[in-house]
């Protein structure tokens, strides 16, 4: 099991912004892409936003415009910033590795994130 540590997580008022960051331990983070999903209280864990092996962004509907996700391949390293953050983002975050070629998936144990006032 590759250990996925995530940071970045906390308490933030609607309108605020916060950077999740994490770090893959024991991978070469070039052949897997890497991203964000999460789950809120009662919901299933959705996809938030990834990015491919050559950096190609996506993201969910509801965060356009607001998060951008960015990758430090050298460090094995993906990162969420978040502006604009709204109660409805309140949700675990979860950061994912994945290879394409064989399906292979590794996950974080996430960090929390609430918006509220």
């Known amino acids: 099991q590759v250990p996925l540590v995530e940071s970045g997580g906390g308490f933030v008022q609607p309108g605020g912004s916060l950077t999740l960051s994490c770090t893959a331990f024991?991978?070469?983070?070039?052949?897997?892409?890497m991203g964000w999903y999460r789950q809120g209280p009662g919901k299933q864990r959705t996809l938030v936003a990834t990015i491919s092996t050559d950096a190609r962004p996506n993201y969910t509907d509801s965060v356009k415009g607001r998060f951008t996700i960015s990758r430090e391949t050298a460090r094995n390293m993906v990162f969420l910033h978040m502006n604009s953050l709204k109660p409805e983002d309140t949700a675990m975050y979860y950061c994912?590795?994945?290879?394409?070629?064989?399906?292979?998936?590794?996950w974080g144990q996430g960090t929390q994130v609430t918006v509220s006032s």
């Open positions: 024991g991978i070469d983070s070039r052949f897997y892409s």
């Open positions: 994912n590795v994945h290879r394409s070629y064989d399906g292979t998936d590794y």
